[in-house]
C-alpha cells in the first residue's frame, strides 16, 4: 500500500508512508491541486491529512481524493489544530500528540477499504412545522418550488404573532395588512396541505425520506361543513373564555373563530370551558348551526404524511411579567404588556383601536414604556437581548402620541438597538418628531398612588445620565417583555432529534456559515425558533430554508453514507439484541428458510452510530469505515510509546 | 463630589489593586454591573447620597480608589439590599457597598463621622456588655457626636414606657464569654490580615483622621 501524508512539520517515517510534506494552506485550491498530483505523480493509494477539524473540510479533502481517482474512504484526516495547536502551548508535548494522531491516522488507512455509497429515492414533499410569518414565507417558497408543502400549525389559526400586530416598524404599515394576503394565499395554494390545531408527534426515517405523525386535535367542527359564518358564536352562552388572540384583555366564546381574517376560517370548541363538556347540559351551537358542521364526539385523528425534508418554525413565546414583583406581578391591571398594547391599538381588536386603562376604561393621557423586562437580566435567567423590543416600543410610543396628541409617552431604556435598515431614523423621529421622552435607566419599581385624574400608578425609576432617581406618576405602563422560546420547543426538538440551547432556542448547525441547517441532515430552521428575530430577519431565513430544501430536493436521488453497520450473516445467532438497542429502528430480523432468524440492517435508516457492533456479543455487526480492525489498528499505534517510534 | 474639570486621565487614575481588593473582598464581578441604574432606582437614600449608588460601582469598575473610598454614600448605606435584590445582573451591590465602607475605615475616611461614631459606640457597648446597653449607649453616642441633647426629648417617654432600663441586661451563662470571644477573633484575624497584606493594602495615610 502506498499512502501520502500532507501534514506539518513533524512528518516522520511510518509504515507504507511514501511521501510527506507540508502546506501552508491545505484547504486552498494549489493545496488541494497538490494532493491531487501527487496522488497521481506517485500512484498513492490512500491519502492521510493533518490539520483542522474533519467537521469543515473532511468533504473537501474528500473530493480532492476522488478527483485524483481514488475511492473518497481512502482518506484519514488527523485533528492537530482543535485537538493539540489551540488547546496548549506546550511545544514538545504538542509534537508529540500531532505525531500520534498522525500515525494512529496512517495505521487506520492502512485498514480502510474502499466504501461506495448507495443511492436512494427522495419524497418531494416538505413538512413546515409552524405557520407564523416564517412558517408562511416558507411554505409560499417551496410550493412556489413545485414541492408539496404540509403546514402543521397548533392554533386554530395561522398567521403567529405577526398576525396580532397592529402596525410595523419602521414603516408603520398595517400588520395584518401585510400578512393577510399571504395567509389567503396558503389557504388557497394547490400544493399546500394546510393541517391547522395540529402538532407533530413523531417524526422518523432520514433525510428524503421522512415519516411524520400528526395528531389532528378535534375541533368538534367538522370543518369540511364549517363555513366560518359566525351563528355558534353569537349563540354561545359561554362567554367569559380568555381570548388568547386578544391576549386576555377581552374574553370569547367557548366556540370560537379568533379573528376575522383567520386561515382557516373555522369555528373550533374549546373543550376545557363548554358548558356541553363540563356540565353536560347544553348544546345550543349544535342547533343554531345552519351548516350542521357541530360534533361533540369528534376524536383526535393521527395522519401519516411522508416527506422529504423538515423545517422547524415554531416562533417564540413572551416572557411571563408575572415573575416581576416589583411591576405588580400582574396585579395592577394598568400595568400590561407590550402586546396586549398592541391588540388594543389595533383598528380591529377588541377596542376598536382606542387606548383604554384596563382598569376604569379612560383614555390614559401619560404612558410609561419599560424596556427589557425578561431581556438581558439575569436573575430572571434571561440573559440574552430580544432583539426587536427597542423597536417595537418606538413604534408603540408613536402610535400613543398619534393616538392621543395631548399625551407624555416615557421610555425607560439601557440601550438602543436599531440596527437594522432606518430603524435608528424611526427611534429618532419618536424622539424628534413626535417628543416621546427617553430616559436611561431601568425601572425599580411600580406602586399604585392616587392622583388628580384618580388611580394612577407611581414609577420609580433612576435617569442614570442624570445620576438621579425619577418618578413619573403614569395612567399606563406598557412593559416592554421580551423573547422566549416557543412553550414545547424542547420537546419538538427532541422529535426532530435537533439540538437546542439552554433557552430552548434550537441550534443551527454553524452560527454563521450554515444558519437556517440543524446538525440532522434535512432539518432546516426558520424564523425565531432558532432565535429573538423580527419579522424582515424572519421572512429573509425562511426563504433561506426553503432555498435550502429546493436544493435538497431537486435532486430525485440522494446518496446514502456507506459508514453504516454491516452484519457478517454466518455469525449472527438471530439472539435480537441489537434490534432492542438501535435507536432508530435500523435493524430488523431476517427469518431464514430453516426457520431461523438473522439481524439485516436498513441501510438508508441506519445512521452509523456503533451501538449494535458493540452490543453484538459475537460480533457479528461492523461498523464500515470503523471495525474492529481499523480502531485496534489505531489503538496499537497509539499504544506504542513514543521512544519505540522515535528510536525505529 | 470631585466632578474632574479636566479630562480624567483614566489610565492613570485606574488603581488595579484596589479593584482587586474590592473583588475579592466582596466575592462580586464588578465587570458585569452594565450600569442600568436599578440600583439608584430602588434605593431609598439616593437623594442623600453624594454618589448615587450606580455611580459608586462606576467608580470601582474604573479604580477610582479615592472617590469610591472618600464618597459619603457608603456611609450612609442603611444595607437594605434593595440593590442586591433588583441588580439585574445579580451583584450583591449592598455587599460592595460594605466592603468599601470598610476599606474607607481602614484607609483612614470618615465623611460622616456621626456614622463611624455611632458604630464604634454600638460596637463598644456590646464588647463590653455582651449586648447593647441602650441608655449607656444613647449616653456615649450624645457625648462622642458633641450633640449631648439630641435625644434626651425621646429618652423619659421611653424609660416611662418600660422600653429602656437604666442598668444593663446582660445575656445569661455564658453568653458574655462567647461575645467577647467573636471580639478577640476578629481583633486577631484583622492582624493576621494586615501583616498579610501590609504594603500596598492598608495605606491609612491618616489625613482624615480616625482608623481602627
Wanted: aromatic share 6%.
Amino acid at each position: 500500500m502506498r499512502i501520502g501524508v500532507m501534514v506539518c512539520h513533524a512528518a516522520r517515517e511510518f509504515p507504507d508512508v511514501v511521501f510527506a510534506t507540508d502546506h501552508m494552506y491545505a484547504c486552498s485550491d494549489p493545496g488541494q491541486g497538490t494532493i491531487e498530483q501527487t496522488i497521481r505523480s506517485l500512484k498513492l493509494d490512500g491519502v492521510v491529512v493533518a490539520s483542522c477539524s474533519p467537521r469543515m473540510h473532511e468533504v473537501t479533502f474528500r473530493r480532492a481524493v476522488e478527483r485524483a481517482g481514488l475511492n473518497r474512504y481512502m482518506f484519514e484526516m488527523a485533528n492537530i489544530r482543535e485537538h493539540v495547536a489551540w488547546i496548549s502551548l506546550d511545544r514538545k508535548r504538542n509534537t508529540e500528540k500531532a505525531t500520534d494522531l498522525v500515525r494512529m491516522a496512517v495505521e487506520k488507512l492502512r485498514h480502510n477499504r474502499p466504501l461506495t455509497a448507495k443511492s436512494f429515492e427522495v419524497q418531494k414533499r416538505v413538512l413546515i412545522i409552524g405557520a407564523g410569518v416564517a412558517g408562511i414565507q416558507a411554505a409560499l417558497d417551496c410550493a412556489e418550488g413545485g414541492l408539496d408543502v404540509i403546514l402543521v400549525e397548533r392554533r386554530q389559526s395561522i398567521g403567529g404573532v405577526m398576525s396580532k400586530l397592529d402596525k410595523t416598524f419602521p414603516t408603520v404599515d398595517c400588520s395584518v395588512c401585510v400578512l393577510g394576503p399571504k395567509m389567503v394565499d396558503v389557504g388557497q395554494h394547490p400544493r399546500i396541505t394546510l393541517l391547522a390545531l395540529s402538532e407533530v408527534e413523531e417524526l422518523s426515517g432520514y433525510v428524503g425520506n421522512f415519516e411524520v405523525k400528526i395528531r389532528k386535535k378535534s375541533a368538534f367542527v367538522d370543518w369540511t361543513k364549517c363555513t366560518g359564518c359566525g351563528a355558534c358564536l353569537e349563540k354561545c352562552p359561554s362567554k367569559k373564555v380568555r381570548d388568547s388572540h386578544n391576549e386576555g384583555i377581552t374574553t370569547t366564546t367557548a366556540i370560537t373563530i379568533p379573528f376575522p381574517q383567520a386561515i382557516p376560517k373555522r369555528a373550533a370548541i374549546d373543550p376545557a370551558v363548554c358548558l356541553h363538556f363540563t356540565k353536560g347540559k347544553c348544546g345550543v351551537c349544535k342547533k343554531v348551526c345552519p351548516a350542521d358542521a357541530i360534533d361533540y364526539d369528534m376524536q383526535d385523528e393521527i395522519v401519516t404524511e411522508k416527506v422529504g425534508a423538515v423545517i422547524a418554525a415554531t416562533g417564540l413565546d413572551l416572557f411571563d411579567h408575572r415573575k416581576c414583583g416589583e411591576y405588580g406581578g400582574g396585579r395592577y391591571p394598568d400595568v400590561i404588556t407590550s402586546l396586549q398594547y398592541e391588540r388594543m391599538l389595533s383598528a380591529s381588536g377588541p377596542t376598536a383601536g382606542h387606548i383604554k386603562r384596563p382598569s376604569d376604561g379612560t383614555e390614559p393621557k401619560t404612558v410609561v414604556f419599560i424596556s427589557c423586562v425578561g431581556s438581558r437580566d439575569r436573575s430572571v435567567d434571561r440573559p440574552y437581548c430580544s432583539n426587536f423590543c427597542c423597536m417595537y416600543t418606538a413604534k408603540q410610543a408613536i402610535l400613543t402620541r398619534d393616538h392621543i396628541p395631548d399625551s407624555r409617552a416615557y421610555v425607560f431604556y439601557m440601550d438602543i438597538r436599531a440596527t437594522g435598515k432606518g430603524y435608528e431614523e424611526f427611534v429618532r423621529r419618536a424622539q424628534e418628531e413626535y417628543e416621546v421622552q427617553y430616559i436611561r435607566g431601568r425601572v425599580a419599581q411600580i406602586y399604585p398612588t392616587t392622583g388628580e385624574d384618580g388611580n394612577q400608578l407611581m414609577v420609580r425609576g433612576a435617569d442614570t445620565l442624570l445620576g438621579t432617581q425619577v418618578e413619573i406618576k403614569a395612567d399606563l405602563v406598557v412593559l416592554a417583555v421580551g423573547a422566549e422560546s416557543a412553550h414545547g420547543a424542547p420537546a419538538l426538538a427532541e422529535k426532530l432529534r435537533i439540538s437546542y440551547d439552554a433557552y430552548g432556542f434550537f441550534l443551527e448547525s454553524h452560527p454563521k456559515l450554515r444558519p437556517v441547517e440543524t446538525n440532522t441532515v434535512g432539518v432546516f430552521l426558520a424564523g425565531a425558533c432558532q432565535a429573538p428575530k423580527d419579522i424582515p430577519a424572519s421572512v429573509a431565513q425562511a426563504s433561506a430554508a426553503a432555498g435550502k430544501v429546493l436544493a435538497l430536493l431537486s435532486k430525485d436521488k440522494l446518496e446514502s453514507d456507506p459508514q453504516i453497520a454491516q452484519v457478517q450473516t454466518m455469525r449472527c445467532i438471530g439472539c435480537g439484541k441489537c434490534e432492542r438497542t438501535c435507536p432508530f429502528g435500523a435493524i430488523r430480523m431476517r427469518e431464514l428458510r430453516d426457520g431461523s432468524k438473522r439481524a439485516e440492517v436498513v441501510e438508508t435508516v441506519c445512521q452509523g452510530c456503533g451501538i449494535c457492533s458493540v452490543t453484538c456479543p459475537v460480533r457479528a455487526i461492523q461498523l464500515a469505515h470503523f471495525t474492529d480492525s481499523q480502531l485496534l489498528a489505531e489503538v496499537n499505534a497509539l499504544c506504542r510509546t513514543w521512544d519505540e517510534t522515535t528510536e525505529s | 463630589m470631585q466632578t474632574p474639570v479636566r479630562p480624567l486621565n483614566l489610565a492613570q487614575a485606574r488603581d488595579p489593586d484596589f479593584q482587586a481588593a474590592v473583588a475579592r473582598d466582596s466575592g462580586q464581578h464588578l465587570a458585569s454591573c452594565y450600569q442600568c441604574g436599578n440600583c439608584t432606582a430602588g434605593c431609598s437614600y439616593t437623594p442623600d447620597y453624594d454618589f448615587p449608588v450606580h455611580q459608586v460601582m462606576r467608580l470601582v469598575q474604573l479604580g477610582l480608589k479615592e472617590s469610591a473610598l472618600s464618597c459619603r454614600s457608603i456611609w450612609l448605606c442603611a444595607t437594605c439590599q434593595a440593590c442586591t435584590t433588583r441588580c439585574p445582573n445579580n451583584i450583591d451591590v449592598a455587599r460592595v457597598m460594605d466592603v468599601l465602607r470598610h476599606m474607607a475605615r481602614q484607609a483612614g475616611y470618615a465623611p460622616e463621622p456621626g456614622v463611624k461614631t455611632f458604630t464604634d459606640s454600638f460596637l463598644a457597648s456590646v464588647a463590653k456588655h455582651g449586648r447593647v446597653f441602650e441608655v449607656g449607649l444613647a449616653a456615649v453616642f450624645a457625648i462622642k457626636s458633641g450633640k449631648p441633647l439630641q435625644d434626651a426629648g425621646l429618652g423619659l417617654p421611653m424609660l416611662t414606657h418600660g422600653k429602656l432600663s437604666l442598668t444593663p441586661h446582660e445575656p445569661e451563662g455564658n453568653g458574655k464569654a462567647e461575645v467577647a470571644a467573636i471580639f478577640a477573633r476578629f481583633d486577631r484575624v484583622a492582624a493576621q490580615k494586615a501583616r498579610a497584606h501590609s504594603p500596598g493594602e492598608t495605606p491609612g495615610n491618616g489625613k482624615k483622621g480616625g482608623g481602627e
